[in-house]
């Protein structure tokens, strides 16, 4: 089994989020899922075939329902 094939089956430990607008009216896209490698890297895969200008956030998972 691939690392790859590992990661599809836990569950991710951070999102990728891109922002839209600034200040109280921005609003986040969630556009991707990161999971922990174990050795201070990410593995990181984004959904879709978007283009991302302006890079994106990874932010760590809360709870069981963002998972």
């Given at each position: 089994?691939s690392?790859?094939?590992?990661?599809?089956?836990?569950?991710?430990?951070?999102?990728?989020?891109?922002?839209?607008?600034?200040?109280?009216?921005?609003?986040?896209?969630?556009?991707?899922?990161?999971?922990?490698?174990?050795?201070?890297?990410?593995?990181?895969?984004?959904?879709?075939?978007?283009?991302?200008?302006?890079?994106?956030?990874?932010?760590p998972?809360?709870?069981?329902?963002?998972?």
């Open positions: 089994m690392n790859n094939d590992t990661q599809e089956k836990t569950k991710p430990t951070h999102y990728a989020k891109v922002r839209h607008g600034q200040g109280q009216q921005a609003s986040y896209e969630q556009i991707g899922a990161a999971w922990d490698n174990g050795d201070g890297s990410l593995y990181v895969r984004l959904h879709g075939t978007q283009i991302v200008q302006g890079g994106f956030s990874l932010y998972a809360k709870s069981a329902e963002e998972a």
